[in-house]
């Protein structure tokens, strides 16, 4: 019997072997896919397929132009201040046995948040008319 516990739990390279099975046919079904798609569709290329679609809009100006630098700001704040939210879902899981001194670390955290998010209103970050 311990003989039997010891060769399951022994880690062995064909203990890997479902995994790599497993991806070779996953890498197998999607490359036999692509090529079957390639092959057997249909190839009449159109003025009207080769056109960009978007959404049903029409096309308006070049793609190349610069984007405003407000889109990127409001982008990196929002992960920011997406990641905060992150941090307090340990805490409320925690919350009882972390007791007061996890309470003003939180508190610590938040107003730390806080005057980032005071300074990037000050700073006009969130203004988006120029």
């Not at 516990?5 to 490359?31: D, K, R």
């Not at 397929?49 to 190349?64: D, H």
Request: aromatic residues 18%; positive net charge; proline residues 4%.
């Amino acid at each position: 019997m311990f003989t039997d516990t010891v060769l399951l739990s022994a880690t062995t390279p064909f203990s890997y072997f479902p995994i790599v099975m497993q991806l070779l046919a996953a890498l197998g079904f999607v490359g036999v896919t692509m090529l079957a798609t390639h092959f057997l569709g249909p190839k009449r290329k159109t003025s009207d397929k080769l056109a960009t679609f978007e959404s049903g809009i029409e096309q308006k100006g070049n793609a190349r132009q610069p984007v405003a630098i407000k889109y990127f700001l409001t982008a990196i704040l929002f992960v920011l201040f997406d990641v905060e939210v992150i941090f307090f879902y340990p805490y409320a899981v925690n919350f009882r046995g972390l007791g007061w001194d996890g309470f003003m670390a939180m508190l610590l955290f938040v107003a730390f948040f806080l005057c980032g998010f005071i300074y990037i209103l000050k700073k006009g970050a969130l203004k988006w008319e120029d």
